[in-house]
Nanobody
Framework: QVQLVESGGGLVQAGGSLRLSCAAS????????MGWYRQAPGKQRELVAT???????NYGDSDKGRFTISRDNAKNTVYLQMDSLKPEDTAVYYC???????????????WGQGTQVTVSA
């Protein structure tokens, strides 16, 4: 009914940049918060950043000013610009969204399938 599809991951050298995208599709009535989380091998999933429908932003502790989240409400898409990447940023990055869908009307929390980001030293 509702899907989140991420793109933009890959392999990059330390100091490089990547831009992740996540597009929501389906019978969407309204999208509330959208965000990015990441999970490194052997670690718990952690918050990277969230952005609400009014563009209010919350960053996790790991970003230290290197990541920028944004969204395009017309495209139901959230972005994560990652600069000055470090090897410790290596993880699977997951998109998350709080979405009202229709027919029938319901609210759900959705996750994307994840996109691998690997930063080499």
């Amino acid at each position: 009914q509702v899907q989140l599809v991420e793109s933009g991951g890959g392999l990059v050298q330390a100091g490089g940049s990547l831009r992740l995208s996540c597009a929501a599709s389906g019978r969407i009535l309204r999208i509330n918060d959208m965000g990015w989380y990441r999970q490194a091998p052997g670690k718990q999933r952690e918050l990277v950043a969230t952005i609400d429908s009014g563009a209010g932003i919350n960053y996790g502790d790991s970003d230290k000013g290197r990541f920028t989240i944004s969204r395009d409400n017309a495209k139901n898409t959230v972005y994560l610009q990652m600069d000055s990447l470090k090897p410790e940023d290596t993880a699977v990055y997951y998109c998350n969204a709080d979405i009202w869908s229709m027919a029938p009307m319901s609210r759900g929390n959705y996750w994307g399938q994840g996109t691998q980001v690997t930063v080499s030293a």
